[in-house]
């Protein structure tokens, strides 16, 4: 079985046995077929020799079927050979009144857990950066945002291919609040109170409130 590997970074097998999406125990000719002839077909698959003479015992229905999901998996990833993967990401700073909206990013986060952070997400493939605020605003916490800037991104210094698309939020309909897994806790911090917090997962964010200190 193919699956497609988070963020489009390309196919993975389920079992962990390559791109190829194969196994010589996969059942190219169905449950009660001959196990040696799914084995020599199977193997022919994962060698790439597919274009070479096939024995004539494989089962030509299910390779056809089986290669056509490959295909069209390929065509649904469409990342060019060789290319990095680009991770975009939008973050929301909420400004009201001189401070800054924070969330505590959960302990089980594979990525900065339990630091300082934003609300936001990753954005979706094809997706505008400004839908993305919308939705991931209105998925995590609860809001519309009604005005808001775009801010210098942030390279995450970890992952290169990882760029935060930061907003700048100075107006919303409703009020922030937890709405899923991402986050355990939302808090109000003066902008020069978050400057000095020990634990923000990212240290270019100190920059960045010293600058909308200045202007907001």
């Known amino acids: 079985m193919l699956a497609v590997g988070g ?30 002839v799914q084995a020599v077909a199977a193997s022919i698959i994962n060698t790439g020799r597919i274009g070479r003479r096939m024995p004539i015992f494989y089962d030509r229905v299910a390779f056809a079927a089986r290669s056509h999901a490959i295909a069209s998996a ?13 991770t ?41 950066f400004e839908r993305a605020l919308h939705r991931e605003l209105r998925e995590e916490v609860g809001i519309v945002p009604a005005e808001y800037r775009p801010l210098g991104p942030i390279i995450d210094p970890h992952v ?17 609040e937890i709405l899923d897994q991402e986050h355990s806790a939302l808090q109000w911090f003066a902008l020069n109170a978050a400057t000095s917090l020990p634990d923000l997962a990212l240290e270019a964010y100190r920059p960045l409130f010293d600058g909308l200190a200045v202007r907001p």
Not at 75 to 82: F, K, W
Not at 101 to 110: M, V
């Open 88 to 128: 975009n990401i939008v973050n929301a700073v909420l400004l009201r009144d001189g401070c800054v909206l924070l969330a505590r990013r959960s302990a089980a986060r594979k990525a900065y857990p339990g630091l300082w952070s934003f609300p936001g997400g990753h954005v979706e493939r094809g997706e505008e």
């Open 74 to 86: 390929t065509r649904r990833v469409q990342v060019p050979s060789g290319e990095a993967v680009v």
């Open 160 to 176: 290169a291919t990882t760029t935060y698309r930061m907003y700048a939020v100075t107006a919303w309909h409703g009020e922030p």
């Open 7 to 36: 963020g489009a970074s390309g196919l993975h097998d389920e079992a962990g046995q390559g791109p190829s999406g194969f196994s010589a125990t996969a059942g190219l000719g169905g449950a009660g077929g001959d196990g040696g």
